[in-house]
């Protein structure tokens, strides 16, 4: 959705795939060759960055190492911590310390693409994180900015989230291959307890509304019960005072 925009806008791009979070490498790969699939249907160029998970162990891994016994996604908290259950995904990835990692982890990206943008005469850089709803948004502006500029681009920032429901819908006419998870190994067990966390609140709140509507009936059947009972009472006094009059 990002690249059809950015093409509508009249600008010529190139996507630079800078993933070295994602693993395994496997899955690296899945996600490059449907992104090229993509690219030649679309008529854009896709070019491969250098696919360092070394690298990206070095400099965000530990981050996610230290915050894992803070993460109500990954079942832990911090010893002495009484903050309550998590209510919405934001509060189950722990956002503020998990947004650490993931500044991290954009820096490292950005920076590569920014300077590859840099070197071979792009202007500008933009980025299709902007699109997710899961990611960190204000982060994301605020390192890609950083990037361009230190490489002396043009950053082109657009919130594309609004986008997402849309984008999905057309990925799944596409037949596109749809990623369960983030990218790296902490975002795997993130990407299911996210899911299950997601499927207990849809149930918690389908239950919610049965339960609404199971007392909503009762309480229209002992309304219907309370107005029979009331009329029958009105008819039994009318029949009563009919009788006295027919008596007298």
């Known amino acids: ?3 059809r925009l950015l093409c509508e806008e009249g600008h010529d791009i190139t996507v630079f795939y800078a993933n070295s979070n994602i693993a395994p490498q496997a899955e690296y790969e899945k996600r490059l060759v449907e992104l090229q699939r993509y690219g030649a249907d679309q008529g854009f160029e896709v070019v ?3 696919y360092d998970p070394a690298a990206w ?3 965000v891994a530990p981050i996610g190492e230290a915050i894992k016994d803070f993460s109500p996604a990954l079942g832990s908290k911090h010893v002495g911590d009484d903050a309550p259950e998590p209510q919405t995904v934001a509060e189950l990835l722990d956002d503020e310390r998990r947004r650490e990692r993931c500044r991290a982890c954009y820096r490292m990206r950005l920076e590569e693409a920014a300077a590859y943008a840099a070197e071979n005469g792009f202007e500008g850089l933009a980025t299709t994180l902007a699109v997710s709803p899961y990611q960190f948004t204000d982060v994301i502006r605020e390192e890609t900015e950083r990037a361009a500029a230190n490489a002396g681009i043009a950053a082109h920032f657009e919130d594309y989230r609004p986008y997402y429901d849309e984008a999905t819908r057309i990925s799944r006419e596409l037949g596109m291959y749809r990623q369960n998870y983030c990218g790296c190994r902490f975002s795997v067990a ?3 307890a996210t899911r299950a966390f997601i499927k207990e ?3 918690a709140a389908k ?3 049965a339960a609404e509507h199971e007392a909503e009936e009762a309480a229209r059947k002992q309304n219907a019960a309370d107005k029979q009972a009331y009329a029958e009472e009105r008819a039994k006094r009318r029949a009563i005072l009919k009788q006295l009059r027919n008596d007298s």
Request: no cysteine; aromatic share 0%.
């Open 207 to 209: 239950a919610a509304r």
């Open 190 to 192: 993130e990407g299911e």
């Open 57 to 59: 162990e070095r400099e």
């Open 1 to 3: 959705m990002p690249t």
């Open 201 to 203: 609140q849809r149930k």
């Open 48 to 50: 491969e960055g250098a």
